[in-house]
């Protein structure tokens, strides 16, 4: 549904903003979502660790990479291998399922949500952002949660400047947050 939306009306507004001598192929567009999902209790408990997995394909419907510690260092009582978060890179219709469930139905269940920042996009546009509760996602069963952990969510874009990505990512329906006149 969303790729139908994109392919139609997004790609024409951003022809229509960015000029109609820009080529079609060099209009931003959204390449990948890398989402992460820290487990803090991972290494005393398989079974955090399992139930955070669960929750992640249920989420994403993909399953997830398990990333370990490259070193260790002491002061934050970590050995090497030790794992510490779940991975998931989506593309095609699985990214466009989640970014549309995003926007339309996890986003407007935060609690005194006001829109996203606008200063959270890195130097190659693409944009990070945090949601503090895994629970606003409506595929987590509730009975079965057993941590409060918070998923980062990087929407990778393919642009030349960061206002080309804002402009796409307004186009598409993030909500983003309305500066205040004093």
Same mark, same amino acid.
Do not use: W
């Given at each position: 549904?969303?790729?139908?939306? $994109? ?6 507004? !951003? ?10 192929? &060099? @209009?931003?567009?959204?390449? /990948? ?15 955090? @660790? ?24 002491? &002061? ?25 469930? !995003?926007?339309?139905?996890? !986003? %407007?269940?935060?609690? =005194?949500?006001?829109?996203? %920042?606008?200063?959270?996009?890195? &130097? ?6 945090? $949601?503090? =509760? ?6 987590? *069963?509730? =009975?079965? #949660?057993?941590? $409060?952990?918070? #998923? ?9 400047? /960061?206002? =080309?990505?804002?402009? @796409? ?5 993030? %909500?983003?947050? /309305? /500066?205040?006149? *004093?």
């Amino acid at each position: 549904m969303l790729k139908n939306i $994109i392919n139609t009306t997004v790609k024409e507004t !951003l022809t229509k903003e960015l000029g109609s001598k820009r080529n079609v192929f &060099s @209009l931003p567009r959204l390449d /990948k979502v890398v989402i992460n999902y820290r487990v803090n209790d991972a290494r005393e408990s398989q079974e955090s @660790l399992a139930a955070a997995t669960n929750e992640i394909v249920a989420i994403t419907g993909q399953k997830p990479k398990l990333c370990r510690a490259k070193k260790a260092v002491s &002061s934050f009582k970590v050995r090497q291998g030790d794992p510490l978060a779940l991975k998931v890179t989506l593309r095609g219709a699985r990214m466009y399922d989640f970014v549309e469930k !995003l926007f339309n139905i996890v !986003l %407007p269940r935060l609690r =005194d949500f006001k829109g996203l %920042p606008l200063n959270a996009f890195d &130097s190659e546009g693409n944009y990070n952002f945090t $949601i503090k =509760d895994q629970t606003y996602f409506p595929e987590i *069963n509730l =009975d079965k #949660i057993n941590h $409060i952990r918070s #998923i980062q969510v990087t929407l990778g874009i393919t642009a030349s400047s /960061k206002e =080309d990505s804002k402009m @796409l990512l307004s186009t598409l329906g993030l %909500p983003f947050e /309305k /500066k205040e006149n *004093n």
